[in-house]
């Protein structure tokens, strides 16, 4: 094999290699505070949606049982960042939650996602 050709084939083969793996560029989620499916026994103090990389929260909210939502306000618009914590004004009443978030990953594609929790009536 000539040099030329064997370098050619180490560029196809990297191309090839990029092509089969567009999804791994994507930006993951990490965690959720509340977690997924946490039963709490009082309300959180805060939400906080966690990325493994610096990414832009477009969409943070939370939806009660009776589906009425609450947008959160979201920093990481202007800066980019992997983490998003958002202080709760007000106490969540016992019952089942959801947060809904959305966000641009660090590649520009859109991500999005929901994590279910519940705070618990107090004995
Ligand atoms: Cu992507």
Do not use: C, K
């Amino acid at each position: 094999m000539t040099a030329p050709f064997a370098s050619a084939m180490i560029g196809a083969l990297a191309i090839l290699i990029a092509l089969a793996s567009p999804a791994a560029a994507h930006s993951e989620l990490r965690r959720t505070n509340p977690a997924s499916n946490a039963v709490l026994d009082a309300s959180p103090a805060e939400i906080v949606v966690e990325f493994n990389e610096r990414v832009q929260v477009t969409t943070l909210r939370l939806v009660d049982s009776a589906g009425r939502q609450t947008r959160l306000p979201t920093t990481t618009l202007r800066a980019a960042a992997s983490i998003e914590r958002v202080a709760l004004t007000a106490p969540l009443a016992p019952g089942r939650w959801q947060i809904e978030w959305a966000a641009i990953s660090a590649d520009g594609h859109p991500i999005s996602g929901r994590a279910f929790f519940e705070v618990r009536t107090r004995q």
